[in-house]
T-cell receptor, first 111, second 115 residues
Framework: GQQLNQSPQSMFIQEGEDVSMNCTSS?????WLWYKQDPGEGPVLLIA?????ELTSNGRLTAQFGITRKDSFLNISASIPSDVGIYFC???????????FGAGTILRVKS | NAGVTQTPKFQVLKTGQSMTLQCAQD?????MSWYRQDPGMGLRLIHY???????DQGEVPNGYNVSRSTTEDFPLRLLSAAPSQTSVYFC??????????????FGPGTRLTVL
């Protein structure tokens, strides 16, 4: 079953606002990944985090690997209309080469 | 590079029919995988492969078969389609070494409807 919990489920924000979303788990993860899916497309990797406490930026996006290794956060600054889409967190299960995904956060932007 | 390609883009099947979803990548990636995406459930792993000739089950393998005869191709077969298999299917690939399998490149998806 689902091992990653994402919140919020959806957001409807004004263009220019900052966005925060997070992903939590009852299990420890050694890697956290954030993907974005545009409507009608496949997911695209935004940021990969490999170390507890790590803070990584990609343009207006910043993601953090939680110290407990059970959570991660993604922030988007000064949102623009092309930020619309579904944002997924993902992480590898402890054993085997398998990724699990959260259910996603749907982001809508009012211009 | 074309990256990860999937065919067909859309497909409608009747219950009980069989079909194969095609996936190919031209990046010489070792790791390939199939996911299905259903509303509110994110992506769930169906099957994956860490190299030619090696496959393994993911979270939701029932009703699907895979094989990996070449590095480039990883087809997904539905033997007897059921309405519960109505979904969007994504193929993905990655280098697969040293945890880099996490950084997966996704194809554009196949939208399957089973009536």
């Amino acid at each position: 079953g689902q091992q990653l919990n994402q919140s919020p489920q959806s957001m409807f924000i004004q263009e220019g606002e900052d966005v925060s979303m997070n992903c939590t788990s009852s299990s420890i993860f050694n890697t956290w990944l954030w993907y974005k899916q545009d409507p009608g497309e496949g997911p695209v990797l935004l940021i990969a985090l490999y170390k507890a406490g790590e803070l990584t930026s990609n343009g207006r996006l910043t993601a953090q690997f939680g110290i407990t290794r059970k959570d991660s956060f993604l922030n988007i600054s000064a949102s623009i209309p092309s930020d619309v889409g579904i944002y997924f967190c993902a992480g590898p299960l402890r054993y085997g080469n398998k990724l699990v995904f959260g259910a996603g956060t749907i982001l809508r932007v009012k211009s | 590079n074309a990256g990860v390609t999937q065919t067909p883009k859309f497909q409608v099947l009747k219950t009980g029919q069989s079909m194969t979803l095609q996936c190919a990548q031209d990046m010489n990636h070792e790791y390939m995988s199939w996911y299905r995406q259903d509303p509110g459930m994110g992506l769930r792993l169906i099957h994956y492969s860490v190299g030619a000739g090696i496959t393994d089950q993911g979270e939701v393998p029932n009703g699907y078969n895979v094989s990996r005869s070449t590095t480039e191709d990883f087809p997904l077969r539905l033997l007897s389609a059921a309405p519960s298999q109505t979904s969007v299917y994504f193929c993905a690939s990655s280098y697969g070494a040293g945890g880099l399998y996490n950084e997966q490149f996704f194809g554009p998806g196949t939208r399957l409807t089973v009536l």
